[in-house]
């Protein structure tokens, strides 16, 4: 959740929280572009891009993909989130 943590102001995406406008595009896009920019201020992140992707197979499941790459092993990880958009 954003702020959740009093020590790092401003630090989480608080996508549950967001969790019945999901289904809006620029919502997506704006949590994606805010956890991008987080990942990108970890001191041992060199790269990262987070985007959301809607399955038009499951038109309530969206997933958070995030791509990082880490400076200590000068690797790269993919993940994903998957969120169900509730109604």
Not at 48 to 61: E, F, I, K, R, Y
Not at 67 to 78: A, C, D, M, P
Request: charged share 20%; glycine share 4%; aromatic share 8%.
């Amino acid at each position: 959740r954003k702020n959740a943590f009093a020590f790092l102001p401003g630090y989480g995406v608080g996508i549950p929280d967001q969790l019945k406008r999901l289904n809006i595009a620029s919502v997506r896009n704006e949590l994606a572009a805010d956890a991008q920019r987080q990942l990108t201020q970890e001191p041992d992140i060199s790269a990262a891009s987070v985007s959301a992707v809607s399955d038009p197979q499951a038109p309530n499941l969206v997933r958070f993909r995030v791509r990082v790459k880490v400076k200590s092993t000068n690797q790269g990880v993919l993940f994903e989130f998957p969120f169900l958009v509730t109604a």
